[in-house]
Structures are given as C-alpha cells and as structure tokens.
C-alpha cells in the first residue's frame, strides 16, 4: 500500500493514500486529506489510515446524511417485519429523521444521538406535544439496529447509538386481581357475547391480541388444547392479522374443563348466530368474531372490558392484560414452576418471566423456607 504527504500551496500538508479496490466498480480507490499544520502530523494521520486499511475497519467517506441512510435503509428491511412492524419502525425513522436527519452519517456521534432523545421527550410528539421515554426508547432500538447493520457493511467506522444512553423507563407497579377478584367478574360478565374470551384470558395468560386471532382450526376441545399462532394487533386504528409476537410465542395452551364446556357453548351460540344470518362456517373460522366472520377490533374489546370493571365495582385494570399478569401472579403464588408459567406464557425465556413477576419472589422464598425446613426439621424429630 502506498501514500505520501506533500506540501500543499506552500502551506498547510496533506496526504494521498491508496485504500484498495471499490469492490463495486473494481477500480482502485485513493484517500485525499489535507489541513494538517506539520508534515509529522500529516504523516502520522497516514500511517492510521494505513493500519485501518490492514485491519478492515476502514470507511470511505461518505457525504449521505442518516436521514438519506435510514430512508434507504427502511425500504430494505421492509419484507422482514410484520406489517405493524414497519409502521412503527417508519414512524421511528420520521421522528429521528426530524432531529438529526441531516447530520452526515459517519459524522454522527452518540452526543447528538442523546440530544435527539431529549428533544423527542420534549416536543418530539403529533403538534409539538411530549413523547413517553418508552416511545423515545422504541426510537433507539430503530436507530440502533439501522446504525448496526451501517457499520456491518462498511459505512460507517461505529455504531453511535450503541454508546448513547436510552431513555430510562420507570417500571409502573403491576395491577392484578385475586382469584376472588376474577370470580366475581366472570360472574359479571356472565351473559355477555364474549364471556367465553374473557374466561380464556382469565384461566391461560394469553395475549389479547393471541385470544382475538385464535381460530377454531387450532382449539382441539375434546383434549382440551388450543395453539396459538396468530395475533390481532392494531395500528392507527387498522387491524391486522399475522404471525404471534416471537416465534416462541407459537406454542400449545392446555385448557382446564371449565374452559372447554364454556368454549363449547359459545360455538354453539355462535353457530347459531350465523345461521340466523344464512352464513356457512369458514374452514379457518376465529372463535371470537362479529356476526359476520369479521375480527373484532382489540381496541374496542379493551373499551367494553374496562366498562365491565367500572360496572362490577372491582379494582381499576389497565386493560385486559392485567388478566394476563393476574394468571401468572396467581400461578406462580401458588407454586406452579416458573418454567410452565413461562411456557404457557410464551415468553422466550424463563429469565423473563422471573423479572417481570419479581413481585411474586418474597412469597416463593417464603415458601420455599417453609417447605425445606419441614423436611429438615421432620427428619431431626425421627431421629430424636
């Protein structure tokens, strides 16, 4: 590899490196770079250059600015993201894109990154109103796999989101119910349409979204088994129907009997329902649909679930995936392994589950004192 530095215009030095081949043309490259005040400082800029070069972490410089880069780099990563996917990572890359859209990629530095955070929690929302951290931070995780994949291909020297901080999000206390709690709300809610998802989201953890694209093609009620391997998730009030959340979230859900005989006499009402309307069954029919087959809107189900807490009189919920927290409180309190909570949850792993009910950790270590000091103690006594 050859370089040198020269004189330029009598004045200030500069040097000339060839950087190898642009494996796009085939053509030899060159790096020009002057405005260096002596000639050791030049040659002492060529010699990293030349090391960079040898050890592959060279850039060629670039004038693209990040919001050039993250518009191109959207369109790229659009055939592997589920449809609500993208339009969240698009609205990501508008609100970047507005703060540090026309900062020179490879002159981007975590500095400015955190500055684009702040501001986006100032004023960064719909007619100039704060953005949640948790929306900001949603942010970073776009701009982070957008930059990481810039720096696997060469384009820039690092990833500067990687060492800019991401917005902190206070943890918000869990809201559940006690076993008697959910008893006398699906006593309430007895003689609703929907009860019988009210009692799945009750008695299995699933998620609203798993509970509404759930089809009776996957609900095997005479061994009392259902999959889920769909979700209902909205988006600027659009449903959309696709994949579960992660592929872990594929999983079987065993029922209990009560839940099986209240499945059973909701497919029959709503066989009945569908013929009074002349309507065939569908092949890949959802278990909980308008009267025309059309998926409910999950938006509209939270709305007539948080009126049928209002009504009962019982504690305020966020939504229906209290329900869901409330299931797995419930089972992990009463011993069940987190292990099966886990799985029947779908979380990806077990670490997950064990942190966000951490909540539950003082009873089991309570528990788990009780139960070992019994056999330890019960042992002694035979043997006095």
């Not at 993208?86 to 981007?108: C, D, H, M, N, T």
């Not at 810039?150 to 006690?178: C, F, Q, Y």
């Not at 987190?338 to 997950?352: C, E, N, W, Y």
Request: proline share 4%; aromatic share 6%.
């Amino acid at each position: 590899m050859q370089g040198r530095v020269y004189r330029r215009d009598g004045k200030k030095w500069a040097y000339t490196v060839d950087v190898g081949v642009d494996p796009m043309s085939g053509r030899r490259r060159q790096k020009t770079k002057g405005g260096f005040a002596t000639r050791k400082e030049a040659e002492g800029a060529l010699h990293e250059t030349i090391a960079s070069v040898h050890a592959g972490t060279y850039v060629p410089n670039s004038k693209a600015t990040v919001g050039e880069y993250l518009e191109g780099w959207l369109g790229s990563v659009k055939s592997s993201l589920r449809p609500t996917t993208w339009i969240s990572y698009s609205l990501a890359v508008q609100r970047l894109s507005r703060e540090i859209g026309a900062v020179k990629l490879q002159a981007l530095a975590p500095l400015q990154v955190e500055a684009a955070y702040a501001a986006l929690i100032d004023h960064g929302g719909k007619h100039g109103k704060p953005l949640e951290p948790k929306t900001v931070r949603n942010c970073h995780v776009v701009l982070h796999r957008a930059l990481s994949d810039a720096e696997r291909l060469g384009m820039v020297p690092r990833n500067a989101a990687h060492a800019a901080k991401a917005p902190s999000i206070a943890r918000k206390d869990m809201m559940t119910w006690t076993a008697e709690d959910v008893g006398r709300f699906l006593e309430h809610v007895s003689k609703d349409r929907l009860y019988a998802a009210y009692v799945l989201l009750a008695t299995t953890g699933m998620r609203r979204g798993e509970v509404m694209g759930l089809r009776w093609s996957e609900v095997d009620l005479k061994i009392g088994r259902l999959s889920v391997t769909q979700s209902i998730t909205t988006m600027h009030d659009r449903v959309f129907v696709g994949p579960t959340k992660t592929p872990k979230s594929r999983r079987n859900v065993m029922l209990d009997e009560h839940t099986v005989a209240v499945l059973r006499a909701h497919r029959k009402h709503q066989l009945e329902e569908q013929m009074a309307i002349g309507r065939r069954k569908a092949p890949d029919a959802l278990v909980f649909c308008d009267v025309n087959g059309s998926p409910l809107h999950p938006d509209r189900f939270t709305d007539a679930f948080q009126r049928h807490v209002r009504d009962s009189g019982l504690p305020a919920l966020r939504g229906p995936h209290s329900l869901r927290h409330t299931w797995a409180t419930l089972a992990l309190t009463a011993g069940v392994h987190p292990k099966v909570v886990s799985d029947r949850l779908g979380h990806s792993t077990i670490a997950i589950t064990l942190d966000i009910y951490s909540h539950v950790s003082p009873a089991l270590d309570a528990a788990a004192a009780e139960t070992v000091a019994r056999q330890i103690f019960a042992l002694t006594a035979s043997m006095v």
